[in-house]
């Protein structure tokens, strides 16, 4: 079943009165959103808001106490968590690289990846086809990120979560990075970017959901998101 919005958007996921508690602490209250398909969603807000949390919720690093989370349409405890994970892929904040070679990390999650469709991954995340058997100890920062978000595509994800994926690079290579994001945005991979930038966010993103203190208090259309204008540039 293909869930859509009431203005006939198909939408990825929808969150039901999410909330998750650790130690103590209410990390999200009462979460209900929307997330629609073939688009860019940021999620923003201060430091601490529960962010990364609901985007770990979102391929099941981590599961709600009460509440429900949804993928088009389908409740995520009635999937594969393992399929789950290969049709939503997470890209984190530091570039992890697990192999030696460029060529051997695209394929963690596809040992049968043919050389040439490697190299179109890399071209795809704005890398040379030349790297494919360059060690990947001699990468910088942004290239290790395009090359995780090449990794990530190897498996043909229908959605590609990034959590902060450029807050820990420097100017240059964030904007490399934020080039293959949004080249995958006009290819139409469904994507939701945690972001600490309200200029990244008012850039990349169509959607906006608004968190504070683990509680969505806005989400919609980008130009509509008040939190994105009052906290400027």
Known sequence: ?????????????????????????????DVSAMIPGGRCTALV??????KSTLLRLLNR??????????????????????????????VGQQPVLLTDRVLDDLRVGEPGLTEDTAAELLVRAHLAPSMLHRETAGLSGGEAQRLCLAR?????????????????LDAVSASAVEDTIEQLIEDGLTIV??????????????????LTAGRVTEQGPVDTIAYLKQVGA
């Open 1 to 29: 079943m293909v869930a859509v919005s009431e203005d006939g958007q198909d939408t990825a996921f929808t969150l039901e009165q999410v909330t998750l508690r650790r130690g103590g602490a209410t990390l999200l209250a």
């Open 45 to 50: 807000g201060p430091s601490g808001a529960g």
């Open 61 to 90: 690093l981590d599961e709600p106490g009460s509440g429900r989370v949804r993928l088009h349409g389908t409740p995520l405890p009635d999937l594969d968590v393992l399929a789950l994970r290969r049709r939503v892929g997470l």
């Open 152 to 168: 990530a595509l190897a498996v043909q994800p229908e959605v590609l979560l990034l959590d902060e994926p450029t807050s820990a």
């Open 193 to 210: 970017l945690v972001s600490h930038s309200p200029v990244q966010a008012r850039r990349l993103a169509g959607h906006v959901i608004v």
